[in-house]
């Protein structure tokens, strides 16, 4: 019997990278997903995985798609047990001086939308039926969370928020729900840039990255299942409000220049 044996998930950012990867070892363990993503690509998931994953294609800053994925799996399997908002916008890392003051509004909406708002609306969405489950929540922050450098301005606020919901909700929800989050560093992946600055999708592993990480290897995307399966199981009754850094040890480390304009 796999550790999610039974268990109703809804993950968001499904479509690829380490969302589409835990997705899979999370039916292993014996759950079912709601696989919700802005890309058709998670239309795929059931071909590769059977009936026991849902696609959903859409935008996660809007309530009502919050609220199908929601529907989805209470309607297919009659309860929800954990919600993983996964979903996020990355800012190529673009510092605020070369952002323009005309485009900055519509930056931080697009990048706060779903890196912030999105989460707050699926668990909204969520929250009945994970009371009665007494379920969890899962958010995804990152580096960025907890260290400058890890992104630009946008999307280092946005991940330090991401950290406020985790401990806000879990104070809020206890003792009927557990809130936790995990912050991942290097991933090889495909980061979905900002439109309103022009960004198309990047590689977010980059030459010379293994040797900057302290365990001098980058991560395969499997290397993120332990976590999320750790937190989306019983076995992680005892832990709410908690962000879990899973970032090769950049946390000891560092990433970059001693300041941003320090060489110019």
């Known amino acids: 019997m796999g550790l999610l044996e039974g268990k ?13 990867e835990v997705v899979r070892h999370f039916v292993g363990e014996g759950a079912r997903v709601v696989a919700v993503d802005l890309s058709p690509a998670v239309t795929g ?19 009502a798609v919050n609220q199908s994925a ?3 799996a209470v309607s297919a399997w009659g309860k929800l047990d954990v919600f993983a908002g996964n979903a996020g916008v990355y800012d190529g890392a ?4 070369q952002i323009e003051l005309d485009t900055l509004p519509a930056a931080f909406g697009e990048l706060m939308g779903v890196n912030v708002l999105a989460p707050l609306l699926g668990v909204r969405a969520a929250l009945p039926h994970l009371i009665a489950s007494r379920g969890c929540v899962i958010l995804t922050g990152s580096f960025a969370t907890y260290h400058a450098s890890g992104g630009g301005v946008l999307y280092t606020a946005s991940k330090h928020a991401v950290l406020g ?24 992946t495909k980061l979905r840039g900002v439109g309103a600055l022009g960004q198309e999708p990047a590689d977010s592993v ?14 395969a995307l499997s290397d ?3 976590v999320f399966t750790l937190l989306a199981s019983d076995q992680s009754r005892a832990m709410t409000g908690t962000m879990v850094p899973v970032d090769s040890g950049l946390g000891i480390r560092g990433l970059a ?7 110019r």
């Open 206 to 219: 980059l030459d010379g990255t293994a040797a900057a990480l302290p365990t001098q290897e980058v991560p």
């Open 165 to 188: 919901l985790v401990r806000q909700l879990a104070y809020e929800f206890a003792p009927d729900v557990r809130v936790n989050g995990i912050a991942p560093g290097v991933a090889p």
């Open 224 to 226: 993120f299942n332990g």
């Open 45 to 63: 998931l059931p071909d590769e995985l059977g009936d026991a994953v849902l696609p959903i294609v859409g935008d996660v800053s809007d309530p």
């Open 8 to 20: 109703t998930v809804v993950f968001t950012g499904a479509g690829a990278g380490i969302g589409r």
């Open 70 to 72: 929601v529907d989805a």
């Open 94 to 97: 673009k510092p605020l001086e």
């Open 257 to 263: 220049r001693p300041g941003g304009r320090v060489g």
